[in-house]
């Protein structure tokens, strides 16, 4: 089922879902199994399934030279997909990526995910490789996401790179894309954010996933800015527990969202990361309530393959 059509038959239910991220090459997918076994009982009508492109890394090799490598550290996004609809009839949802796709690699992507029955794909823009600083589109590829909406769009109707390719079987392809409360850290504003948002829905996009944000505050206002602006479309908050002390500097750099003073006091009080675990489980229940009281339509949790924090939030929400 397309997500939307998860959410009108939920009867105004708040769903549980979740995202989990490949695992690192040379492993098997049992890690991920063991990760989605144990959020099975909360009924998720659907598993996103993040995707990695490739990275360069440097080798030294003699007289101080250094060999390029362009290596992929967690492929497998479609096989998953596969598996997890195979395994647990749930609608898996790939993750699809401007960076590092031609047109014509999107085209055969695509295709693959129809032939596997695949309703649903998340597309995005992707950030920058690793070791530079601005985002490279590919050159045959696209700048931004709602370039590559466009191109599902344009698939749902028949139509192929090739224009010469008539009558083409039409994919059906329910679009998400995301949305950062907190603006995205390139954007110059978050009113241009937002319109560059609606460009993503006009281009054919049926549901919003947001960033993760840990101040239900910023989603509210977020919502009724996109509101405002003409976004009609399901807006679905990404939710993530913080686990680690670490964490407190590490995310705000890596995703540009704010730690709210109450809850930086509490992880700094903290004597280890079991206690940090703890914080951030009762910290995203708390957060989880006041969505669901809300009327939110799904929430949408970043588990990162770790199951134990979101089995214990869920339990208390859903
Ligand atoms: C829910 C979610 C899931 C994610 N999953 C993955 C994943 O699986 N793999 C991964 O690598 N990354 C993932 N990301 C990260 C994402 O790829 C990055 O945040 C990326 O930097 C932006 O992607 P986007 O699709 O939002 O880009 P876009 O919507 O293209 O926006 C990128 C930037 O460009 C600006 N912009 C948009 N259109 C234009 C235009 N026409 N002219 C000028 N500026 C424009 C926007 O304001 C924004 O600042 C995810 C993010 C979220 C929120």
């Given at each position: ?41 909360f ?6 399934v ?56 999107t085209?055969n992507?695509?295709?693959?995910l129809?032939f ?8 995005l ?15 045959q ?12 769009s344009?698939?749902?109707r ?32 978050l009113?241009?954010d937002?319109?560059?948002?609606k ?19 910023k ?7 996109c ?12 939710l ?14 890596r ?21 940090v675990?703890?914080?951030g489980?009762?910290?995203c ?13 799904v ?20």
């Amino acid at each position: 089922m397309k997500i939307t059509e998860h959410l009108s038959a939920s009867k105004n239910k708040t769903l549980f879902s979740f995202e989990i991220l490949p695992p690192l090459k040379g492993q098997n997918i049992q890690s991920i199994f063991d990760g989605i076994d144990p959020l099975m009982e909360f009924k998720p009508p659907f598993i996103d399934v993040t995707y990695h492109r490739e990275e360069y890394v440097y080798i030294e090799r003699a007289k101080g030279l250094l060999e390029k490598r362009v290596v992929r550290k967690r492929p497998g996004t479609v096989g998953i997909c596969a598996a997890i609809q195979s395994k647990y009839k749930v609608d898996a949802v790939p993750h699809i990526l401007c960076g590092g796709f031609s047109k014509e690699d999107t085209e055969n992507f695509l295709i693959d995910l129809d032939f596997l029955g695949i309703k649903n794909v998340m597309a995005l823009r992707g950030d920058a490789v690793k070791s530079e600083i601005y985002f490279t589109p590919d050159p045959q590829g696209h700048n931004y996401a709602n370039e590559l909406v466009e191109q599902i769009s344009a698939m749902n109707r028949g139509q192929f790179l090739d224009e010469a390719l008539e009558n083409g079987h039409k994919t059906d392809f329910c679009v998400g894309v995301a949305g950062y409360p907190e603006k995205h850290m390139e954007a110059p504003s978050l009113e241009k954010d937002i319109q560059r948002l609606k460009a993503k829905i006009e281009a054919g996009a049926e549901y919003v996933v947001t960033q993760m944000f840990f101040d239900n505050q910023k989603f509210f206002e977020f919502e009724k800015s996109c509101r405002e602006s003409g976004i009609t479309v399901p807006i679905i908050p990404g939710l993530k527990p913080i686990a680690t002390k670490k964490q407190l500097t590490l995310i705000p750099h890596r995703f540009h969202v704010d730690m709210p003073n109450d809850l930086t006091r509490e992880v700094e009080k903290c004597k280890n990361n079991e206690e940090v675990h703890q914080v951030g489980i009762e910290w995203c229940i708390e957060q989880s309530k006041e969505l669901v009281a809300a009327g939110i339509p799904v929430l949408h949790y970043y588990s990162m393959g770790k199951s134990s924090n979101i089995k214990a939030i869920a339990s208390q929400v859903f």
